[in-house]
Nanobody, 114 residues
Framework: QVQLVESGGGLVQAGGSLSLSCAASGSNFSRNVMGWYVQAPGKERVRVAIIGPRSTRAYADSVKDRFTISRDDAKNTVYLQMNSLKPEDTGVYSC????????WGQGTQVTVSS
């Protein structure tokens, strides 16, 4: 059973930055496409960014040029650097494979004030 543990969220003013981390247990991390997802209040969870085994990346249009996804396979960890944050980025951020295959972790709350 893969466990996903996210961290790094918090409260930040618009225009600020946050760096999120997601540590995954299990032995096949390096082979997986990993993704960050966000669930805004009252909305469904949506994909924010994904990164493949060779670090190919793809982003939702809403975060392009502001967020950067990266991975460290030696640490079984995927990161999300979030810059120029906007109030609409507020939500619970979680990681999982893409498409999601594992039980969701608790996620980490990101709140951006205007």
């Amino acid at each position: 059973q893969v466990q996903l543990v996210e961290s790094g969220g918090g409260l930040v003013q618009a225009g600020g930055s946050l760096s999120l981390s997601c540590a995954a247990s299990g032995s096949n991390f390096s082979r997986n496409v990993m993704g960050w997802y966000v669930q805004a209040p009252g909305k469904e969870r949506v994909r924010v960014a994904i990164i493949g085994p060779r670090s190919t990346r793809a982003y939702a249009d809403s975060v392009k040029d502001r967020f950067t996804i990266s991975r460290d396979d030696a640490k079984n960890t995927v990161y999300l650097q979030m810059n120029s944050l906007k109030p609409e980025d507020t939500g619970v951020y979680s990681c999982n494979t893409f498409p999601p295959q594992h039980k969701w972790g608790q996620g980490t709350q990101v709140t951006v004030s205007s």
